[in-house]
Nanobody, 126 residues
Framework: QAQLVESGGDSVQAGGSLKLSCVVS????????MGWFRQAQGMEREGVAT????????RYVDSVKGRFTISQDNAKNTVYLQMSNLKAEDSGMYYC???????????????????WGRGTQVTVSS
């Protein structure tokens, strides 16, 4: 059974940085589509970034391009989200997700994912 556990959320000032981690089990880590999503209070959940672990192909939603970086550590079965130059609008609950159905071509932030972690809270104050 797949399990995803996020960590690293915190409260920071605008302009600051955070690095989120997601430890994954229950998958063949080298061939799965992984994603980070966020949901602000009262808002719909949105995809932020995805990475296909087989190739390292990464994609981002426009609002975070140049500020966020998704990466992986195969030895640790972990996916990271490095967030820099944080803005108040980046605040929300951040969720890690996984889905083995998607190849590198289809691994995108606008896809539906099957397995989810419980989330980690990010709060950015201006």
């Amino acid at each position: 059974q797949a399990q995803l556990v996020e960590s690293g959320g915190d409260s920071v000032q605008a302009g600051g940085s955070l690095k989120l981690s997601c430890v994954v089990s229950g998958y063949t880590f080298g061939s799965v589509c992984m994603g980070w999503f966020r949901q602000a209070q009262g808002m719909e959940r949105e995809g932020v970034a995805t990475i296909y672990t087989g190739s390292g192909t990464a994609r981002y939603v426009d609002s975070v391009k140049g500020r966020f970086t998704i990466s992986q550590d195969n030895a640790k079965n972990t996916v990271y989200l490095q967030m820099s130059n944080l803005k108040a609008e980046d605040s929300g609950m951040y969720y890690c997700a996984a889905d083995p159905r998607y190849s590198a071509v289809w691994c995108r932030p606008d896809r539906d994912f099957g397995d989810w972690g419980r989330g980690t809270q990010v709060t950015v104050s201006s």
